[in-house]
C-alpha cells in the first residue's frame, strides 16, 4: 500500500540531526549568519554544487570532501560573505572553517561541509566567523532547524523551511529541508543553498541517484534571472543506518525528495528578488523532453516576457517570439498558446474570439500557468518564470552599495 | 594611398538612390510610419535577417525574393505593425505591400524588399498601409532619406543616421545607413531593421561577403536585452553600375561598412530602450575568438552584471560570476579585470591596492569599458552592453497597454 507523504513540522527536526544557527557579526544588520547542522553519526551524504567555472572555495573544499567519503558528520554556513574570489587565503579560510566545526561537534574536518553565500570578493572575518562555529557548536539541538533557516539567508525576506513524514520499507521516514536564494537563481543551482536531513536510510549510491533525479525538475527548472552563482550548494544527509533500502524504498524516497525539493524550489521563487507572480511555463507536445525542457527555459529568462509579465500584459507575441528563439527546430503554424485557461494562440496566430481581458485578469493573479502546445510530439517540459519588475532592479543596482 | 572614409552628410542621399517617408495613419500618435527606397536601376542587394524561428511574413517573402535574384530594386517598409505572427493573411498582406510599392516605383514585385516593425500579431491594416506607399511614391526624391529614417521608427527616440564618404579603387563611393530598434537588440538581428545605400561597385558575392563580415564585428556583437526578434532585417543595396570591384576594393568596401555598421550600432545602443551607460565588454587573451565572443556575450547579457552597470557598481565579483558562467573553460585563478582604466582584479582576486571610488566614477560615466584578461592565448573579443533600468522595465511593462 502507497502512502502519500504527509507534511510536518519543520522546526521539530530529524532522527539523528543537531542544528543551530547564530548570530556571530558577520552580517552588519545583526542577523543570524552562522549555521551548524551535525549527525550523530557518519550520514550517507550527496551534494550539487555549482556548475559556474569560477567556484567558490568552500565548493571547492566541499567537493573535494565528498569524493574522498560519502559519510560525513555535517555542514557548517556563513552567511554575509561569499567566500569566493578570494584566491588562496580564501581556501585557507575555508579549510578553517571546516576544522573549526568538527572541532566544536567531535567530528573531523574531513567528516565537514562548508558553503559560505553573500558578498563576493572580500576576505572572510574569521575572528566573528570562529566565535560563530564555537558558540553554534555549543547550542546545537534536535529542534534548532529554525535558527539554522534563518542563519543561512541573504536577502531573502523570510526562511524557507519544509518537512515530510512518509513510509519507506515500512519505516517511518522524516525529509527535512531548507533553502535559501533570491538572485541569482537558475538551473544549475544559482546562489541557492538548499540542506536536506533525512532520517532515510540509503546507500551513498541510492541516495547520488535520488539527489539528481530530485533536483532536475524542481531547482534545475526555476530562473529568476539567469545568472548562476559562484557558491550553489545543495547537500542531503541520510541518517538511517539499517543499510541500503530496497529498490521500491528508494523510488519511494526519490519521490519524496523531490516532493520536498518542489516545495522548498516554490518558496524560493516566491521569494525571489522583486517577484510578484510566479507562473509556471509547461511547453507541451514538443519532439523530445530536451527540446522542451530548452524552450521552457528560453521562455522564462526572456527579458521581455518577464516584463510583460511584471506588468500583466498578455502579450502573446512576446512569448512566441521566445519560443522562435529557443535555437529549436519548430513549425510557427502549429504553435498554440494558453494563458491559465485563456486559449490565446492557435495555429502560430492569435484567436478572432481571444478573450484578452480574461487572459489579462489571469495575469494579475500571483500564480498562473502558460502552455505553449508545440503539436509536434508528446514530450513536455515546465520551467517556473517571474517577473521582472522595478523592485528587482532597485535591490540588484545597490546590493553592495 | 589608403584613404580613411570621412563622414559626410546623411541627408544629401547617395548616387543612384531615391527616398521618401511619410505618415500613413499605421501609428497612432501621427509620425511617419511607411518608408520607400528606391534603385534608379537594379542594384546588387544582400542582406542578413532574424535567427528567430518564428519569421515574421515579410521576412519570408523577402528572403524569398532575394534568393530568386541579386539585382533589386527598392525596399518598402512600414513601421506601428510587424505583420508577425499573422497567419497567411500576413504573408498575402507582405505580398500586396510589395505590389503596390513595385506599382509606386515602376519596378516589379519581385525586385522590392518588404519589412515591417511594430506589435506582433495584428494584421496590418491594408488601406492606410496601400495609401502610404503610393503617397512615398509620389514623394520619392534623392535628398529624402531623413525622412525615411523616421518613417521606420518605433519606440526609439530618434533617428539614427549615418554616411561615409570614400574612394574605393579610385572612385568616389558613399554609404549612406540608417537604423531602428531600442528593446530586444541582440545577435543575429534583433528587432532592429537597417538599410545601407552605397554607390559602391561590388559583385554580388563580394557584397553578400561584405556584409557577413561586417555584420559580425557591429550589428551581431551587441545586446541590450538578450532577446531576438521575428521581424530583424538588414539589408545593404549597391547601385555601382561598374561590374566587380577589385579584390583590394571589396577589401576597402567591407572596412567603410564595417565603419558605417559600427557607428549605426553604437547609435543604436545609445537609444536603447532605458539605456543610460554604454559598456564596451572587451575579453582578451582568450584561447580563440570564438570563446572570446561567448564570454563576451555572457557578461553583456547578465542581468546582474547590467543592474551594476545601472547602480554604477563596481560590482566585479558578478562580472567575474558571469565570466564563469559562459561555459567556456578558463583558469579563475588567472583572471584579471580593469573597470575603466582602474585595475580591478588580478589573479582572480581583488586587488589589494583597488582604488574601488575611481572605478564608480568610470561606471557613473555614460561610456567606458570593461576588460576581462582571461591570460590563456591571443585571442579577443568585443560586445557592447549597456544597463538594465527602471526605464527599461516601465517601457516594456506597459509596451502594448
Known amino acids: 500500500m502507497k502512502r502519500r507523504p504527509e ?19 558577520i552580517k552588519k544588520n545583526g542577523n ?78 574531513a567528516e ?34 529554525g535558527d539554522f533557516a534563518e542563519a543561512i539567508l541573504t536577502t531573502d525576506k523570510r526562511a524557507k523551511l519544509a518537512a515530510l513524514r512518509t513510509r519507506i520499507d515500512g519505516q517511518p521516514v522524516t525529509l527535512l529541508g531548507c533553502t535559501k536564494g533570491a538572485g541569482m537563481i537558475m538551473p544549475n543551482m ?37 545568472d548562476t552563482s559562484t557558491n550553489d550548494t545543495l547537500a542531503v544527509m541520510a541518517s538511517g543506518q539499517r543499510g541500503a533500502a530496497t529498490a521500491a524504498g528508494a523510488q519511494a524516497f526519490t519521490e519524496a525528495l523531490t516532493e520536498l525539493l518542489s516545495n522548498l524550489a516554490q518558496q524560493l521563487m516566491t521569494d525571489g528578488e522583486g517577484v510578484h507572480h510566479v507562473v509556471s511555463i509547461e511547453v507541451v507536445r514538443a519532439a523530445s523532453a530536451a527540446t522542451a525542457a530548452r524552450i521552457a527555459q528560453r521562455v522564462a529568462v526572456s527579458p521581455l516576457v518577464k516584463t510583460a509579465i511584471a506588468g500583466a500584459d498578455p502579450n502573446w ?30 495555429r502560430g496566430a492569435v484567436r478572432s474570439t ?19 502546445d508545440l503539436g509536434l510530439g508528446g514530450h513536455k517540459a515546465r520551467y517556473l518564470a517571474c517577473d521582472l519588475s522595478h523592485d528587482y532592479v532597485s535591490i540588484n543596482a545597490s546590493y553592495r552599495s
Open 32 to 109: 543570524r549568519d552562522v549555521a551548524l547542522m551535525v549527525a550523530d553519526e557518519p550520514a550517507v551524504t550527496s551534494a550539487v554544487f555549482t556548475q559556474n567555472r569560477v567556484k567558490a572555495a568552500p565548493v571547492r573544499l566541499s567537493a573535494q570532501h565528498l569524493a574522498r567519503r560519502k559519510r560525513l558528520r555535517g555542514v557548517v554556513i556563513n552567511s554575509g560573505n561569499a567566500n569566493a574570489c578570494t584566491g588562496a587565503q580564501g581556501m585557507r579560510d575555508a579549510k578553517d572553517m571546516a576544522v573549526r566545526a568538527a572541532a566544536a561537534t567531535g567530528a573531523s574536518s
Open 317 to 346: 507575441g512576446r512569448i512566441l517570439c521566445a519560443v522562435g528563439n529557443a535555437g529549436v527546430a519548430i513549425d510557427p503554424d502549429r504553435l498554440a498558446l494558453t494563458i491559465g485557461s485563456v486559449p490565446t494562440v492557435s
Open 354 to 372: 481571444w478573450d484578452e481581458a480574461a487572459a489579462r485578469a489571469v495575469m494579475q493573479t500571483p500564480r498562473y500557468r502558460i502552455v505553449v
Open 190 to 226: 544559482a546562489t541557492t543553498l538548499t540542506f536536506v536531513a533525512t532520517s532515510a536510510s540509503v546507500s551513498p549510491a541510492q541516495l547520488t541517484a535520488a539527489t539528481r533525479r530530485a533536483v532536475a525538475p524542481t531547482f534545475n527548472a526555476i530562473a529568476v534571472d539567469g
Open 7 to 25: 507534511a510536518s513540522d519543520p522546526t521539530a527536526g530529524c532522527p539523528g540531526f543537531r542544528f543551530a544557527g547564530v548570530a556571530a557579526g
Open 112 to 145: 565537514m561541509l562548508v558553503a559560505s553565500t553573500g558578498v563576493i570578493g572580500a576576505r572572510l572575518p574569521m575572528a566573528a566567523v570562529r566565535a560563530g562555529i564555537a558558540a553554534a557548536g555549543a547550542e546545537l539541538r534536535p529542534d534548532g532547524f
